[in-house]
């Protein structure tokens, strides 16, 4: 029986220590958390866990001393430890990695990023997982030279109406090979430094594939917060060969990107409003951040998370809460989309409750272009 890699979080915010605890539980492992310091101490010369998530600001000390105290014990001083901040401080790094941390982490980072900077720092345990590494790293490359990704389009429609206002782009390893989940893909592209390449290619093949969107129409495109930043976003290059204007481009932010920074976030999405770009908050609901995201970011659209719209049409708490963001949206002037409709029974009650958009199997399944 395999045993689970133990993680501790030391972190004095109650509600990204749950986020985290549900995330990595779900990918197999075990988790304790701390939200002080010296309670953290406690637990990891207690527990010798695998790994420890450090927040650099913490109250009495900071991570910076916990760190030290760690690296100073003899029983503790092996464990790998990853810092998380809001502050991006050369200052702070520098500091950090001269005390031994193997990673350093500003809070505004995909789940998917986490988890992967996670698996990156935990021992391979024999040189047969190596090689097995080493071939997908080839693989991966191979991928990215050939421009090998699979890309789907979603149609989302008027629920009033039924006319289709635009498509949420999927990108998809080849198909039968050990990346043909996204999941899979991104993690490992992220644990090596490829994420980025990645990113890019899939954003370029889909604005090529994209020609036969109407010009009425939008196209939604996941991105990482931590991207729009970068000279390849920020100038929209990738627009520069495609017919569709910038008022067509709808970027998606999902809620399971934990966002520190809100502040430097919404400055950055603001320059992107000036040059006609959209935003739409993905996955409402899911997180727990979802109305600070929709006050700070101001987004065209918010999505509905599929957990809520599944079974609406039986559940009363799943529909008094729609109907919540419905009343919430309309008064601050934003569009919403439920995700993942599958019955008849559930598009007549996101209609009757007055949600504006939708997609699901039931009005279009992805298909690939």
Do not use: W
């Not at 702070?92 to 990023?113: H, R, W």
């Not at 893909?185 to 954003?203: C, D, G, H, P, Y």
């Amino acid at each position: 029986m395999e045993i689970k890699k133990k993680i501790l979080i030391i972190d004095d915010e109650p509600d990204f220590i749950e986020t985290m605890k549900i995330f990595l539980e779900n990918y197999g492992f075990s988790v304790i958390s701390a939200l002080e310091p010296d309670e953290g101490l406690i637990l990891a010369h207690k527990n010798l866990p695998d790994l420890i998530l450090l927040d650099l600001n913490l109250p009495k000390r900071n991570g910076h001393e916990v760190c030290r105290q760690i690296k100073e014990d003899p029983s503790t001083k092996h464990i790998p430890v990853i810092m998380l901040t809001c502050e991006d401080r050369t200052i702070d790094k520098v500091e950090a990695f001269n005390l031994g941390v193997a990673d350093y982490i500003c809070k505004t980072f995909s789940l998917e990023e986490i988890l992967a900077r996670i698996r990156a720092k935990l021992p391979i345990p024999d040189s047969g997982i190596k090689e097995k590494r080493t071939e997908k790293i080839i693989e991966l490359r191979k991928i990215i030279d050939n421009k090998n990704l699979r890309i789907f389009f979603q149609p989302i429609i008027d629920l009033l109406n039924q006319k289709v206002i635009g498509y949420e782009v999927f990108s998809r390893g080849p198909k039968d090979s050990i990346f043909e989940d996204a999941t899979t893909l991104f993690s490992f592209a992220t644990e090596e430094n490829m994420f980025l390449e990645v990113e890019l290619l899939a954003l370029s093949l889909a604005i090529e594939k994209a020609s036969f969107i109407s010009a009425d129409q939008y196209l939604f495109l996941n991105v990482d917060p931590i991207f729009l930043d970068l000279p390849e976003f920020k100038g929209l290059s990738f627009l520069k060969k495609s017919a569709l204007k910038n008022s067509q481009i709808c970027f998606e932010i999902t809620e399971r990107t934990f966002i520190k920074n809100f502040a430097k976030l919404s400055s950055t999405i603001s320059e992107f409003k000036k040059k006609e770009i959209k935003f739409a908050i993905d996955d409402v609901g899911e997180g727990y951040s979802s109305l600070k995201a929709i006050v700070e970011l101001k987004p065209t659209f918010i999505k509905i998370d599929i957990d809520i719209v599944r079974n609406v049409d039986k559940d009363q708490t799943k529909s008094t809460i729609i109907q919540l963001i419905v009343e919430l949206a309309k008064k601050i002037n934003i569009l919403t989309i439920a995700e993942g409709i599958e019955t008849d029974q559930e598009l007549k009650t996101l209609l009757s409750l007055g949600v504006n958009y939708g997609q699901g199997y039931l009005i279009g399944k992805p298909q690939q272009y």
